[in-house]
Structure formats: C-alpha cells, structure tokens
C-alpha cells in the first residue's frame, strides 16, 4: 500500500468518526429540562381527575398513541411531544398532576384543557388550571428543584438553561370572547381593546416566570380559530370558509404577541424570547394540503354533526379510518399529522415567517 493511499484511508477514517460522533451528539439531550404551559393543544393529562367537561382520557383519544388515551386531546403526539422528541429527551415531559420526585428535573407540563389568560375563561366546562394558576404550580415545582439541587443557586443555573414553552389565548377567544351566552367580554371590549387586555395579563405572569428563573421563553401565536371544525360547523355557510372575525381577531392578539418577544429581549438582556408563528404554519398546511399528505381539512377525523364539528369526540366513538389525510382530529384539534409538521418547524424553521427572531433550535443552543 503506497504513502498515497495511506493517506486516504486515514482520511476516511477520521470522516467515519466525526460522522459517528455527529450521530451521536445530534441526538443529545440538549436543554436539561422543558417547561409547558398551555391549554388542550398540549394538556397531557393534567385534566384528567378534574371535575371538568374538558378531557380526553378515553378512546378513541390516544388511538395512536403507544399509551393509548393518556389526556392529550390528540390521536397521537402533541406538538410538544414532537419538539421533545426534537430537543433530545428519552421520554416525554410528565404532567404536572403525575410528576415526582427527580422526575421534574426532566421539566412540567402544566397545560390544562379549557385553560385560558384571563381566569373567567373556560369556567362554562368545569374545573381548569388558568394561566395564573399553571404559574403557581410552576412556583411549587422550583422550591422542589431548590430541595433537590441543594439551594437557590444551583436551581437557579439550572433553570436558566432550560425552555419555557407558553401556548394560551385560544380559548380566551373560542371559550369566552366568541361565546356572548355566557361571558361579557365582546360586549365590554372591542377585538382591539380585549387583545391589549389579554397582554396586559401575558405579561405578568411572564414576568412572574422570569422572576422564578425562565430565562429561554417560546411565545406560541394563536392558530386559526376561525377555520376549525367547529367554527365551520356554527359560523360558515358552504362549511369550507374560514369565520374570518374570528380569524382577524386572532390575528391583532398574535401580532401584540410577537411585539413582547421584541419589549422583553430589549428589556431583559439575560433572557431570550423568541416568537411561534403557528397561525401562518397552519394556514400553509390549509392552503397547500396535498404537499403534507392532507386530504380533508375541513372536518374532523371523529366528531358529531356538520364538519364533525358541533359535537366533539365521543367515548369509544369510530373516528375515521385515514386518519393522517385528516387535518383536525376532532372539532378543535389539530391530528398527529398536523401536529408533527408544526412542531418540527417550531423546532427548525422551514420558512424565515416560522420563528422570530429564530427558532427553538437555536434558542436551545444560547
């Protein structure tokens, strides 16, 4: 074997180890813990011993899901579950109703169905965990960290590298604003004036997260109310137009939200926080179905009444058998399908309006 040779062979052999340690590294773990708060586009069971109309603890909820129902409003994975896959952990991040132990050092999730910014909101179904109240028990989950950890500086390093993921505001619309039978607030409030409320109350409870040590925020924008199964079913008349004062009024509350992300990185220079653009992702999967496997997006997979939508899932309902060619599962939520093409571009951007300033991958790397 001559020099020349020898030296290509050591050339393909230090490429086959930096591939390997590649592999290797792209899979890490790469925060040491996610934080979510939100409603039921990402409760994964903390409403289930609640006495509560909102949950989802039954088939055929979790259908496709390794668990099965579990209280993910989902036949599969939520977007979070997705961007945890994402950022490297082994498992899933429990529910706040379940976790334990050294258990929470992996992160929460504090999201409850129904929940919504203000504290009226949602009450017509039950029992739910406000926005303020997930924050309070996000304030119990740091005194066991510090317990754990040995004192306050130590949490507090530790909780500074970890990603706070906060997704609320649709059900301030879809269970309050938008339902003048049983709340005031469209009478009181213009679209204008109850988004600028509804950030006046964001912000506080953001600043109380950053006072008990977020210091990684990811503001997820509100998606397209007016275009679910249920709004098609109540407000369109040929059951395919999106309601588009629904639409526009989401619209002025995700705009004021992206602004936050600006007031709080100029004001807070030891946090960062960046901006979900979930409302354009979700209308691409709208406007350009066939490119991500969809076929109906304007019912759901399983539901009662017009576009599936008037009436949610069902126990033990038949929900549809092409179950990933469906955009929603039920009346209000999107699929394990649509789920998994939003979260991979909450994580990386596939388009510059995805993430603003950038994205959860990069976030994860500050």
Not at 288 to 293: K, R, T
């Amino acid at each position: 074997m001559g020099a020349g040779e020898v030296k290509r062979w050591i050339v393909v052999y230090v490429v086959v180890l930096l591939a390997l340690n590649l592999g290797v590294n792209v899979n890490a773990q790469q925060v040491p813990c996610y934080f979510i708060f939100g409603d039921s586009l990402v409760d994964n069971g903390n409403n289930n011993n609640i006495q509560s109309l909102a949950r989802a603890n039954y088939l055929p909820y979790g259908i496709d899901y390794p668990d099965g129902p579990t209280g993910r409003f989902s036949n599969g994975k939520t977007t979070v579950d997705v961007i945890a896959e994402l950022l490297g952990f082994d498992d899933y991040i429990p529910p706040y109703a379940s976790a334990r132990g050294e258990d929470i050092l992996k992160g929460v999730n504090y999201a409850s169905a129904a929940a919504g910014i203000r504290e009226e909101t949602g009450q017509q179904l039950g029992a739910r965990i406000t926005f303020g109240g997930q924050v309070n028990n996000y304030r119990n989950t740091v005194q066991q960290v510090v317990q754990i950890l040995g004192d306050e500086n130590s949490a507090a390093n530790y909780l500074s590298k970890c990603i706070y993921s906060i997704g609320l505001g649709s059900n301030d619309y879809l269970n309050n604003y938008f339902m003048p039978q049983y709340y005031s607030t469209s009478r009181q409030f213009n679209p204008e004036q109850y988004a600028d409320v509804l950030i006046q109350q964001y912000t506080q409870q953001l600043k109380s997260l950053y006072d008990y040590g977020a210091r990684k925020f990811v503001l997820i924008g509100v998606g397209q109310i007016g275009c679910s199964p249920n709004a098609l079913a109540q407000n369109s008349p040929d059951g395919r137009t999106c309601a588009e004062n629904i639409n526009n009024a989401n619209k002025l509350f995700n705009n004021r939200l992206k602004g936050l992300v600006d007031e709080f990185n100029g004001n807070t220079p030891d946090a960062k926080f960046i901006y979900i653009n979930a409302y354009d992702i979700f209308q691409d999967l709208i406007d350009n179905p066939s490119a991500f496997g969809f076929r109906v997006t304007n019912a759901g997979c399983c539901g009662v009444g017009r576009n599936n939508g008037q009436i949610t899932c069902l126990p033990l309902q038949n929900p549809c058998q092409n179950r990933d060619e469906y955009l929603f599962w039920d009346a209000f939520h999107p699929g394990e399908a649509a789920n998994i093409v939003v979260g991979r571009r909450s994580y990386r951007a596939e388009s510059s309006s995805d993430a603003y300033p950038f994205d959860i991958q990069r976030l994860a790397q500050l």
